[in-house]
């Protein structure tokens, strides 16, 4: 069936450094490739999305590209700040089926 | 509202109760979902509506989940005779349609079985 795998966390940063969460994904098909944020005590909010090979989706300064010859959708972001401590989500949808399925979350933290 | 509602935030049951969690989508959106967030299994999906289709029910973990979305707008989860591995966070997610699937998000329902 469709899975998301993503790194195990907590993954610890001092500010400004740079970022990597990894993604990979196993689909029949071609799906659309998601990060989702949950900041502490709130909601999933949408950071950013790719919907075909080759596709960047950025926002807030995070940055993934949508690889399928590696299954992988690599979330970046070249200097984190304390504000970025949430957890993520990787997730992907599919034609004819639009739930998400999600990876199990990366909590990050960022020391001042 | 401007985004999703849920009621209640919290809600503390004695197993073999029934609950009603509610959901509010962002007006216009026709296509809301709800997964369920646990410590043990992740997010994981529930169940689909999309405008006046028959639901996707593939995700209910049981014949004692259901869920009904009355005229196109408010969604109603309910949980029959509730056990202690129901105790999670509930999410209702809605989109403005099943094709643009970019979901937004409810703060969630902490469901708690005593």
């Known amino acids: 069936g469709d899975s998301v795998t993503q790194m195990e966390g907590p993954v610890t940063l001092s500010e400004e450094a740079f970022l990597t969460i990894n993604c990979t994904y196993t689909?029949?098909?071609?799906?659309?490739l998601f990060w989702y944020v949950q900041y502490p005590g709130e909601g999933l909010q949408l950071l950013l999305k790719?919907?075909?090979?080759?596709d960047k989706g950025s926002n807030k300064g995070f940055e993934a590209t949508y690889r399928k010859e590696t299954t992988s959708f690599h979330l970046e972001k070249g200097s984190v700040q304390v504000s970025d401590s949430a957890v993520y989500f990787c997730a992907l949808s599919l034609t004819g089926r639009r739930a998400l399925t999600f990876g199990s979350g990366t909590r990050l933290q960022v020391q001042p | 509202g401007a985004g999703v509602s849920q009621s209640p935030s919290n809600k503390v049951t004695e197993k073999g109760k029934d609950v009603e969690l509610r959901c509010d989508p962002i007006s216009g959106h026709t296509a809301l979902y709800w997964y369920r967030q646990s410590l043990g299994q992740g997010l994981e999906f529930l169940i689909y509506?999309?405008?006046?289709?028959?639901?996707?029910k593939s995700g209910l973990p049981s014949d004692r989940f259901s869920a009904e979305r009355t005229g196109g707008s408010v969604s109603t989860l309910t949980i029959q005779r509730t056990q202690q591995e129901d105790s999670a966070v509930y999410l209702c997610?809605?989109?403005?349609?099943?094709?643009?699937?970019?979901?937004?998000f409810g703060p969630g329902t902490r469901l708690t079985v005593l």
């Open positions: 997610a809605s989109s403005i349609s099943d094709i643009y699937n970019e979901q937004f």
């Open positions: 689909a029949t098909g071609y799906p659309s």
């Open positions: 790719a919907t075909k090979a080759d």
């Open positions: 509506f999309q405008g006046n289709s028959a639901p996707d």
